[in-house]
């Protein structure tokens, strides 16, 4: 892996922004909440390798800077305006760069398996984090991905085990999923 600059929106202490730091890229971290900042910080100095990642309290519009990969994990579900979200992330993505985001898509599976089993039978994530009809299909995203001038890449399922603590690329979209996309140079 090249060592890219990549922009992280929405900061995940396991495996988000710090894991492809892991991976060899610069990495900017952007959250709007300073106690995730904090976590994820306290996270990353637990690793012994060496790190280029940055962790800033901020918005997606409020960083200037332009990067080569800009990385939108599981937080599409949760903004105001999706479509403003994504073209928001857009104007960060050099020309010739790339876009990714993941999230979870709005079925019965997904409201069983990512609402009632995840939050409120295992307690993966607190109860409350996700309402059903903010989950987003994936056309409602590829949509405003490709209004920006993208040319989606793939949308592949993504599957979690809760055994490995790992995720794995799939083809089930009905549960969580990602798109890739290309900025035209």
Excluded at 13 to 28: C, D, M, N, P
Excluded at 53 to 68: G, W
Excluded at 80 to 97: D, S, W, Y
Aim: charged share 15%; with cysteine.
């Amino acid at each position: 892996v090249s060592t890219q600059s990549t922009g992280s929106s929405g900061i995940n202490a396991e495996y988000g922004a710090e894991e492809l730091a892991k991976r060899g890229f610069s990495v900017t971290g952007v959250d709007p909440s300073q106690d995730m900042i904090n976590i994820a910080t306290q996270h990353a100095a637990k690793y012994q390798g060496p790190l280029s990642l940055e962790y800033r309290c901020a918005t997606v519009d409020e960083i200037p800077e332009q990067y080569d990969i800009v990385v939108s994990s599981e937080v599409v579900e949760h903004v105001p305006c999706l479509e403003t979200f994504v073209a928001q992330c857009a104007q960060r993505v050099k020309p010739g760069g790339g876009i990714m985001f993941t999230t979870i898509n709005r079925t019965m599976k997904s409201w069983l398996f990512a609402i009632m089993l995840a939050e409120h039978v295992a307690g993966i994530v607190p109860p409350g984090t996700h309402e059903y009809s903010k989950l987003v299909p994936p056309p409602a995203l590829t949509g405003p991905i490709a209004d920006c001038g993208f040319e989606i890449v793939e949308v592949t399922g993504l599957s979690f085990n809760t055994i490995t603590w790992q995720w794995a690329k799939s083809s089930d979209l009905s549960i969580n999923y990602a798109v890739t996309a290309i900025r035209a140079s």
